[in-house]
């Protein structure tokens, strides 16, 4: 069999998984106590204050910002939406289209997001019931949710994004769960390389040493396992300059048995 069949098959073979993904077992394991207890300075804590950091001190903004494989979650936009005048959010799968458009516009999401959005706005130096008004304004600048295959050369459906390229492109968690092996994650940042203008900044976060994780209870999801050194040459060779790399090791007691996660990344890098 040709190399190339071989990776498409492998790919699919992890496509095939993710047609048992529940986003409510989802949000459940990874966006609820103990992995997202706002009163210990834990993984979701690092994440949002990285995140706070690349859009409030860094000062990224402009036009577009498109978050690509968001899931069913929202978390990862809360800072963005305050820098951008409009945000596009995009996933593989329709149930977790489905879960977004149901909080965005239906207002009939399960999940809560709001000690989200109130920790996003203490960060922000804000008053406890900004919260309300960061709630309004996802809803304002998040204009799509679309289908989105970071495997395809153009990630995206035609036409749904302007030619010229998004200011910013974000995505968490997203390449190492749905790529094989790192050449096929290399290529999937290649790939979104095409969603971004020329000096556009990526804001990429990962599992570090992460071989599956638990989308339903009886659901698992195999993952490629990173070191930082290979995030690194992924980017390098994927025509982007690093301009920051921060890692966050998992403590024992978040080692829930829902992934075996070793650490976060956070990589800050300009499309050259
Ligand atoms: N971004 C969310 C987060 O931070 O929790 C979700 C990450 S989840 C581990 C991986 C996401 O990638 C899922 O929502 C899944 O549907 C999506 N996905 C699966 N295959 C994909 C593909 N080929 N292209 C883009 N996204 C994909």
């Excluded at 993984?43 to 949002?48: E, F, G």
């Excluded at 190492?176 to 999937?188: I, K, R, Y």
Aim: negative net charge; glycine residues 6%; charged residues 20%.
């Amino acid at each position: 069999m040709e190399r190339e069949d071989r990776r498409d098959q492998a790919i699919a073979a992890v496509a095939a998984c993710y047609k048992g993904f529940d986003p409510e077992a989802y949000l459940k394991y990874n966006y609820t106590p103990p992995r997202a207890d706002f009163h210990r300075s834990d993984s979701m804590v690092w994440k949002l204050n990285c995140l706070h950091k690349a859009f409030s001190e860094d000062g990224i903004k402009g036009e577009l910002l498109v978050d690509v494989g968001s899931g069913p979650t929202l978390y990862q936009v809360l800072s963005a939406c305050e820098n951008f005048n409009r945000v596009v959010m995009s996933d593989f799968l329709e149930v977790n289209r489905n879960e977004l458009n149901r909080w965005l516009k239906e207002r009939q999401s399960n999940f809560d997001w709001t000690p989200y959005l109130k920790h996003v706005c203490e960060l922000e130096r804000r008053s406890s019931s900004a919260w309300q008004e960061k709630a309004k304004r996802l809803r304002s600048v998040v204009t799509d949710v679309f289908p989105v295959n970071v495997h395809q050369a153009y990630p995206f459906p035609a036409g749904s994004l302007p030619a010229s390229g998004a200011d910013c492109l974000l995505s968490c968690f997203c390449l190492e769960s749905v790529s094989p092996d790192v050449s096929s994650f290399t290529q999937a940042l290649k790939n979104l390389g095409s969603l971004l203008l020329s000096g556009g900044h990526l804001l990429l976060i990962g599992a570090l040493g992460e071989s599956f994780y638990q989308a339903a209870p009886d659901v698992r999801i195999p993952v490629v396992p990173l070191d930082e050194a290979q995030v690194c040459a992924s980017l390098s060779v994927s025509g982007f300059q690093l301009l920051q790399l921060s890692v966050y090791h998992l403590p024992p007691d978040m080692r829930l048995g829902v992934d075996d996660t070793e650490g976060v990344f956070f990589a800050k890098a300009k499309k050259l």
